[in-house]
């Protein structure tokens, strides 16, 4: 499985074209991708502007803020950070299966993942 953050949804919709390879890639080879629906709102600003990010957003599973919101501010506590959008998508990524996470915050998503013990490799975007 690979999770995308904000930065990753923002790549995406500015045409990066490594990332959409990699995204194609991962689809024909069934590998599942998700995005939390907090990064998706961090993200999203709606309009025929944002044509590439709705049709990437055809390739992913969102995943709930509401299952997230409580753990997720509480490993900001652990952490001593406050972006619960990167605490959300450190949780996603700490789940069983995940191998990749995509993100243009690399270093405040290795410092989540570390103090989860999650083995997802932190790719920058």
């Not at 999770?3 to 990332?19: C, K, M, P």
Request: aromatic share 4%; with cysteine.
């Amino acid at each position: 499985m690979i999770v995308l953050d904000t930065g990753a949804l923002v790549a995406l919709d500015r045409n990066d074209r490594t990332l959409w390879a990699r995204i194609r890639r991962a689809t024909a080879a069934g590998i599942p991708i998700v995005v939390p629906l907090a990064a998706l709102a961090q993200a999203w600003r709606g309009g025929p502007r944002q044509a590439r990010l709705a049709q990437a957003l055809r390739y992913m599973q969102p995943r709930s803020f509401d299952e997230l919101s409580r753990k997720s501010g509480e490993l900001c506590g652990r952490a001593g950070t406050d972006d619960v959008v990167d605490a959300s998508v450190a949780l996603v990524a700490a789940g069983p299966g995940v191998t990749h996470v995509y993100t243009s915050d690399h270093d405040d998503l290795r410092h989540l993942l570390g103090i989860l013990k999650a083995t997802a490799q932190v790719i920058r975007c």
